[in-house]
């Protein structure tokens, strides 16, 4: 079985600092994989000690992604593609035209894992976009995934619901961190990570179909949220009393 | 307080010394990661006792902060000396107990990969570098501490190996660790054995309350008609104050660079307050007399450091550092205690009551007196001086 995996070079969200205007200061911070993209790693990883094969990490980004794809690969990813690109000139939908062209030019996988979203503009565009070109079947959003001979039974976590829904081999999936807790590589498998191949491909080297228009983030900004204060006082037989009252008017608590 | 424990000044500090070696960053970027996600949230629980921190020693263990100075054929990574201290350093910013417990296990595993015979190495050293096994080091007694050549706990020789009399005093890692090496005199003097803790003859004090270091076990280790066989002798007998002086070399520059550590979590977490706490309609952090100590700690921190780091680099270029490394422990284990009874002032009232800010300064105060106190190595670095001076 034969795992395609996608990872994005992001922010490093600790070390994220915050403009006056509450924006975040994405250029010149420390970089490192986009934490969900773990989750994702971690679950071809563990398929590949269940069903056998081979795991491959892609990439598009400059030469900094070399690092995320260098984590992967101390996780225990076999070996890595980066498409070299510079992130900040290119939208979603081109990032999955080239991550496509990567993969395709890699052979045939039997699943595409992504996360649900990136850790530092988190569109969660990129996953559906691939499917669509690669014209595989799409499952967002999953926590479960089994391979079961040439079909794959996910379930997908939804808001209120979770959904089970059986997909055929060759898909395209995106995890949700709940799916999985990511290993940390030990010392002595990043240094040996150094040895295992990573491939360099120009972007344009890679078949693209003109460029299609894709949503662009205008901008970002925290939203103050206002919270109810409900002081209640009396001593604590009455207060709780109260406090049974107050929740039930809120409609969390019934009788 | 959430922070990445390995920042751009260790990176720089790191390619500045050793250029074409951007592996040792990833190393320790990822050291620090781990850290930061899985000990450092859980150090207040350690002190205040509500948490042991074994499965953390062992997790950071399993990871290889150990096996960073040893050589591959025994287990390690084959890094610097400068690499190791450097991860002993996020290590006390992660967790001042667990980094001396670290630190103590990797002292008894240098002792046996100095002196050891070929069989011991083989024996022991895979085993502690990895974790699979804990190491500690004893050698202070009730009555002789920097005066360690008086020791009294003996080794007497048999037909088929020795049998150890006497007790030692504060101990790391005792009755938690599987592996000790211990000093006892035979007849000709001071000698050092690695004793395994299924020996029968060996016991363990209670572990001691202590002022801080809360999370690692200190207590007396006893040994009573203890009975060890002849290959659990390391090196030659009488050898082993010339061991114990060479093994604690390395260890103060070790416990130099946890004590930055630990100067270094105090400074960010005071930073930060003073940025936000608010007197007389600003923030704390626009008066001079904080600005001040903020300069003095921030001064402090980087001396300590690079004086680590210098005589990390002279025993790694095979040079004499004894003195280098009396002066870098001397140094960061007085700036740690001063940085941190900053840290305490900035906070004012809330840093004499909460854990989480003065545990640094009860954690700093032990490394002015444990591993060679501020006064031997005083005493030290002087002698040295004054004999070249002649």
Redesign the interface.
């Known amino acids: 079985v034969r795992f395609a995996v996608c990872v994005k070079n992001a922010v490093?969200e600790?070390?994220l600092k915050i403009d006056q205007g509450g924006r975040p200061v994405l250029g010149g911070a420390?970089s490192?994989m986009s934490a969900f993209d773990k989750n994702a790693v971690e679950e071809a990883l563990r398929l590949r000690s269940l069903h056998g094969g081979e795991v491959v990490a892609f990439t598009v980004g400059t030469a900094e992604a070399k690092?995320t794809l260098?984590?992967a690969l101390?996780m225990g990813v076999d070996r890595g593609v980066l498409v070299v690109a510079d992130q900040g000139k290119i939208d979603t939908l081109q990032t999955a035209g080239l991550l496509s062209a990567a993969i395709t030019g890699e052979g045939r996988f039997d699943a595409v894992l992504c996360s649900e979203g990136s850790s530092d503009t988190y569109t969660g565009l990129v996953p559906a976009a691939l499917a669509e070109i690669l014209e595989l079947a799409y499952v967002g959003y999953s926590r479960k995934v089994e391979i079961l001979g040439e079909t794959a039974v996910l379930e997908r976590s939804l808001e209120d619901s979770v959904e089970k829904v059986e997909a055929l081999l060759p898909f395209v999936a995106s995890v949700v961190s709940e799916i999985n807790e990511p290993r940390?590589?030990?010392?002595?498998q990043?240094?040996q990570a150094?040895k295992k191949p990573i491939t360099e491909v120009a972007a344009g080297q890679l078949a693209l179909e003109a460029t299609r228009s894709s949503p662009v983030i205008m901008g970002m900004s925290a939203q103050p949220s206002n919270r109810k204060h409900v002081v209640l006082d009396g001593t604590p037989e009455e207060a709780a009393a109260k406090l049974i009252e107050a929740l039930e008017k809120e409609g969390v608590l019934s009788r | 307080l959430t922070m990445p424990l390995f920042n751009s000044e260790h990176l720089s500090l790191l390619r500045s010394n050793y250029p074409e070696h951007e592996e040792y960053a990833e190393v320790l970027s990822a050291l620090g990661g781990f850290m930061s996600e899985r000990i450092f949230p859980m150090s207040e629980k350690f002190d205040s006792n509500s948490a042991n921190m074994g499965a953390s020693r062992k997790a950071l263990l399993e990871q290889g902060v150990c096996q960073i100075p040893f050589p591959k054929e025994h287990g390690g990574l084959g890094l610097p000396y400068g690499v190791y201290v450097l991860a002993l350093e996020l290590a006390g910013s992660a967790d001042a107990g667990i980094a001396l417990s670290l630190a103590i296990h990797n002292t008894a595993a240098e002792g046996i990969f100095q002196f050891g015979s070929g069989e011991q190495k083989r024996k022991y050293l895979p085993d502690i570098t990895s974790g699979r096994k804990l190491a500690s080091f004893a050698l202070t007694e009730p009555t002789s501490g920097s005066d360690a050549k008086s020791m009294s706990t003996r080794a007497k020789r048999t037909m088929d190996g020795y049998v150890l009399n006497g007790s030692k005093a504060y101990i790391t890692n005792a009755g938690e660790a599987d592996v000790y090496f211990v000093f006892a005199a035979t007849e000709k003097g001071p000698s050092s054995f690695v004793v395994e803790k299924s020996n029968p003859g060996m016991s363990f004090g209670e572990d001691l309350p202590k002022l801080g270091m809360r999370g690692s076990r200190t207590s007396e280790v006893r040994f009573e008609d203890c009975r060890v066989p002849q290959d659990s002798l390391v090196g030659d007998e009488g050898m082993g104050f010339e061991y114990a002086k060479a093994m604690l070399n390395g260890s103060r520059i070790v416990m130099g660079s946890l004590c930055v550590g630990i100067a270094r979590v105090a400074f960010d977490k005071a930073v930060a307050y003073a940025k936000q706490r608010r007197a007389f309609g600003a923030p704390i952090s626009d008066f001079q007399l904080i600005r001040g100590k903020i300069a003095d700690m921030k001064t402090g921190i980087s001396a300590g450091r690079l004086l680590c780091m210098h005589a990390a680099r002279l025993r790694e270029s095979g040079a004499e550092y004894a003195s280098a490394a009396a002066q870098a422990k001397v140094f960061s284990t007085e700036m740690s205690v001063d940085a941190c009874d900053s840290a305490i002032q900035v906070f004012g009232g809330h840093g004499y009551t909460s854990g989480d800010v003065h545990r640094h300064w009860r954690d700093a105060r032990l490394l002015t007196i444990g591993e060679g106190t501020s006064e031997v190595l005083r005493l030290l670095i002087a002698s040295r001086e004054l004999a070249l001076a002649t």
């Open positions: 490093d600790t070390e420390a490192r690092k260098k984590e101390a940390y590589p030990t010392l002595i990043i240094m150094s």
